[in-house]
């Protein structure tokens, strides 16, 4: 969003523009209130969220409740707890335009406990729509963009297009491969999954393409490889940017010809599968690095399909967490009827670089070492309890076995120290590594108390 031009010169405006923009840049739509509740900043973002200019001074809780009777968002701002919340539009409740519009309100105290210096609230907009929950072959969500991916899934799946999922580690493109799948006419034949990052590139060879007795040292048989036991079905190659170069010229001949050669074999075998890919990667970004070829590329990814991570669909947090307690529930010797509302603000606050995977992890830590119906923030793995300086109510957790040092570090902290060491400590790159930015990772570093030098 353009910052406002400032039409004076007046100090006053130039640091009102000024905040305004860096307020976007640094958190996105956001108020800053002071420890009266008064708004200091609005960012323009969150002007264009709730649909009027907030003047500065006013009352946040009039502002975002007005007079209504309940406001419990406004009394949980005053009694000093983290919340969030779904609330009217005040924009549009106030030019009587109603329509169900509905902002998502979020507030983080600054400080810390009883020192609370003031607020950031987070909003967001949410349309009326949106928030129905769907499932979609094992897929939660009620995001719109996900929902999008759920529509074009269905309509290309009956067809042999091929099909690149993009998106982060744990983000769902194996459970959409299987939904491509499972809405196609190969969904009796056979499913195989073959993830190219895991093996060393000879063995990744012989499993996708098979080998021929006596190829190698131990051939002792004919070993059919992925391509062909996926025949009539789907074969589903995970990271495939991971394709040594050698091997990504054999499977675009494979495609091509709709045949295979097994590694020291002679014939050329045909073969009817479709192919579904998936890459955490740009792929087009490898091609400009020339570590992907470019006519391989244009034959996976005929269909691509993007999947949003989960920290850009902050409802799905909630929304998942909940599917996922419900199954812990059946399994475990404890029962989670309520998630607190810190640990709700903690859980949708934390960025889930390892996406519902490592939402699913951290719910199975707090099953393991926490008591009660109500999942307590402190039952959280202590780097989404603890997120640092925001934390007003920070948890110590006691230490996870000293045995392992890498245990030791959350995944977290692991993930920038290893962006950091593939890239000699320059924090832009890691930044980039991460999909973040600068600033991003220097918040979460400094929370993770990895600032120094
Ligand atoms: N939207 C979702 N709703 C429910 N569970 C999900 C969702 N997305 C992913 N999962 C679960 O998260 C885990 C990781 O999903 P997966 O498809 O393997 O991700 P990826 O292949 O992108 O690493 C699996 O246990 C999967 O069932
Ligand atoms: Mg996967």
Redesign the pocket.
């Known amino acids: 969003m353009p910052p406002r031009v400032p039409r004076t010169t007046d100090p006053a405006d130039v640091d009102r523009a000024l905040f305004a923009a860096a307020l976007d840049e640094l958190v996105g739509p956001a108020l800053v209130l002071d420890s009266q509740l008064r708004v200091r900043a609005a960012s323009r973002g969150a002007e264009e969220v709730l649909g009027f200019d907030v003047p500065l001074g006013s009352s946040a809780a009039t502002l975002l409740c007005g007079d209504r009777p309940k406001r419990p968002f406004a009394e949980a701002l005053a009694g000093g707890v983290p919340f969030q919340a779904v609330i009217p539009r005040p924009g549009a409740v106030a030019s009587g335009e109603g329509g169900g519009e509905q902002v998502r309100v979020r507030s983080v105290p600054l400080g810390g406990g009883a020192d609370t210096i003031g607020w950031v609230v987070h909003v967001a907009a949410v349309s009326g729509d949106d928030a129905e929950p769907e499932?979609?072959h094992?897929?939660?969500?009620r995001d719109p963009r996900?929902k999008q991916v759920f529509r074009l899934v269905e309509k290309i799946a009956p067809e042999d297009f091929t099909v690149l999922?993009r998106?982060?580690?744990?983000?769902?493109?194996?459970?959409?491969?299987?939904a491509v799948h499972a809405l196609s006419s190969r969904k009796d034949g056979p499913f195989r999954a073959l993830n190219c990052a895991a093996l060393p590139p000879n063995l990744l060879e012989s499993e996708l393409f098979g080998h021929a007795r006596g190829a190698f040292t131990g051939a002792v048989k004919d070993t059919p490889g992925h391509v062909q036991l996926a025949d009539k079905g789907t074969l589903f190659l995970?990271e495939v940017a991971e394709l040594p170069l050698e091997l990504q010229a054999k499977l675009l001949r494979v495609i091509e010809t709709r045949t295979v050669v097994p590694v020291g074999g002679r014939d050329a075998l045909p073969v009817d599968v479709r192919f579904v890919s998936?890459t955490?990667r740009a792929l087009r970004a490898e091609v400009a690095a020339g570590r992907f070829r470019a006519d391989l590329m244009y034959r996976l990814r005929v269909i691509p399909v993007r999947?949003p991570p989960?920290r850009e669909r902050p409802a799905?947090v909630a929304?998942?967490a909940g599917?996922?307690i419900e199954e812990l529930n059946a399994r475990g010797r404890r029962k989670i009827t309520q998630v607190s509302v810190a640990a709700e603000a903690a859980m949708e606050r934390y960025e889930w670089l390892g996406?519902?995977?490592e939402?699913?992890n951290a719910l199975s830590y707090a099953f393991a070492i926490g008591d009660g119906p109500v999942l307590q923030l402190d039952d959280l793995p202590p780097e989404i309890a603890a997120p640092g300086p925001v934390g007003a109510e920070v948890t110590v957790v006691a230490a996870p076995p000293e045995t392992d040092a890498e245990a030791e570090l959350g995944p977290e902290a692991r993930r920038i120290r290893d962006a950091l060491a593939r890239t000699a400590g320059n924090r832009d790159r890691a930044a980039k590594l991460l999909g973040w930015s600068r600033v991003t990772l220097w918040r979460r570093m400094r929370a993770l108390g990895m600032d120094e030098g």
């Open positions: 499932r979609f094992g897929l939660w969500s996900m999922v998106g982060e580690t744990g983000s769902g493109k194996e459970l959409v491969a299987h995970d998936a955490h999947l989960l799905d929304l998942i599917k996922i996406n519902v995977r939402l699913r």
